[in-house]
């Protein structure tokens, strides 16, 4: 069966894509940005990468005629961009047009749980993706989703970091919220389970796990599960903004995210049948099979994606090809170089930079510097990396971004996401038995300027230290 799978480098893309391959389809993965898609060397040789943006299809890769099936996997779900219910319009329906010029059999969509008449914006315009997809002429399926638990989910990192970190939790009402869970291995399931079904066409479905909890309920079940307690204390009066500013200090979200959940949270959001359990035989997980399923992938270091890795977690809202190429004029730099290293050790020691194993020097100021990047609604350090010893295009990086991870030229290229009175880039390369390590900054005006002199002094000894370190990572 020949599949174009859309949204192929976003969190639910990423874990559909290897088992489509798995199971024998054909698969074309339609992608903005070639180089954003993390997959392995093995697995990009089995499918097809098409360039394709459904916000501006004048230029795109044209799909192959023959295309059985489309999953529709495109979300802006923190896009501060303006109006974002205007661009996931236009992205469908450019997506339709696009398609109905093919062969196409159904179009598959994983869309939100909607219970309520009042809508949270974003609930909102998944539902009107999912109308724009049922007027098309190719018959869809859509598939509503509530909470999605395992390792690397935007709901499951969050609820990691509020237990983990504060066993004592001052909550708004919305605590008391009803959510069905479902674990991202059932929506596996269903999500394969519906190709070409033939009872499934021109239909919606909700689907959830075995277990119907409030939020306080998650978060209790949540440390149950790891062997502590946790209190809860509900205030009456919390206003979402205030709500927005404490998930995006507290935990790895942003404050556009924050945002959007918080507003979402308020909503009840529980499957209304289990009419697609029963077609496809599935057996639903429980909230708390879930969380030990997702624990099971993070001890043995297995995270097959994570949200954290999607553009929405960070600033960069353009493709990275506009900062791949570092400026030359108008910068502030800081350059260094070390001689006579051993360069597949000290590679080895790059590939593993930041997330629980630090950037090598100075790690108390790389936090300093993370906590009061949150203060200012940054993206902080929290975001860590999603594998302790693989980096990809596109992936984040504690608060940077990365633009290019070439092993072969052992070049890797980082871009700043912490607010910053410009622009930031970071280079290391190693040629030869010599490591350089370059520090770029665009400055944005006077402030800028400003900011980058008065850290000067910081930055002779920690750039100084981190390219040593780097350099003699097999003695620490």
Request: charged share 25%; with cysteine; glycine share 6%.
């Amino acid at each position: 069966m020949k599949i174009l799978l859309t949204g192929a480098n976003g969190y639910i893309g990423m874990r559909l894509l290897p088992q489509l391959v798995a199971a024998g389809h054909d698969v074309y993965c339609a992608v903005r940005d070639p180089k954003r898609l993390s997959i392995t060397s093995i697995l990009a040789e089995k499918v097809t990468i098409l360039t394709v943006d459904f916000l501006s299809p004048r230029n795109n890769s044209p799909l192959p005629l023959d295309i059985d099936v489309a999953y529709y996997l495109i979300h802006s779900m923190s896009s501060d961009d303006g109006d974002f219910l205007a661009m996931e319009a236009k992205c469908a329906h450019n997506f339709c047009s696009l398609l109905e010029k093919t062969n196409a059999k159904q179009i598959i969509y994983l869309s939100g749980i909607v219970n309520d008449k009042a809508l949270s914006k974003h609930l909102s315009s998944r539902k009107n993706v999912e109308d724009i997809l049922k007027k098309s002429r190719i018959p869809s399926t859509v598939l509503r989703a509530g909470i999605i638990v395992g390792s690397g989910s935007a709901s499951f990192e969050i609820i990691r970091d509020l237990c983990e970190k504060l066993p004592l939790m001052i909550t708004p009402k919305w605590v008391k919220t009803k959510s069905q869970p479902i674990a991202i291995r059932n929506v596996m399931e269903y999500l394969t389970g519906v190709l070409l079904h033939p009872k499934c066409m021109n239909d919606s479905y909700d689907i959830g796990g075995s277990s119907v909890l409030t939020y306080k309920e998650m978060l209790h079940r949540y440390t149950k599960n790891r062997g502590f307690r946790n209190w809860i204390v509900i205030v009456p009066i919390m206003t979402p903004r205030l709500s927005s500013y404490w998930l995006n200090f507290v935990t790895s979200t942003t404050y556009t995210l924050a945002v959007s959940l918080v507003d979402s949270m308020k909503m009840e959001v529980v499957a209304a049948d289990q009419r697609l359990q029963d077609i496809l035989s599935i057996k639903p997980y429980s909230y708390d099979e879930a969380i030990q399923m997702a624990f099971k992938r993070i001890e043995q270091n297995s995270v097959v994606s994570s949200w954290k890795d999607s553009m929405v977690s960070g600033r960069l809202n353009k493709d990275i090809n506009d900062y791949i190429q570092v400026p030359k004029y108008g910068v502030l730099k800081d350059a260094q170089r070390l001689e006579n290293i051993d360069p597949e050790q000290t590679f080895k020691a790059l590939w593993k930079i930041g997330g629980n194993q630090g950037w090598y020097y100075a790690n108390f100021l790389w936090k300093l510097r993370g906590y009061l990047d949150k203060l200012y609604g940054g993206v902080g350090l929290r975001r860590g990396r999603t594998h302790p010893d693989k980096i990809y295009n596109g992936d984040s990086l504690d608060f940077w971004r990365v633009l290019l991870a070439d092993k072969k030229e052992k070049r890797l290229l980082l871009f700043a996401e912490m607010k910053l009175p410009g622009e930031a880039w970071l280079e290391f390369k190693i040629v030869g038995t010599t490591i350089y390590q370059t520090a770029t900054f665009r400055p944005r005006g006077l402030w800028g300027r400003l900011y980058w002199y008065s850290l000067v002094p910081f930055h002779y000894f920690i750039f100084n230290g981190m390219i040593r370190n780097l350099a003699k990572a097999k003695e620490l």
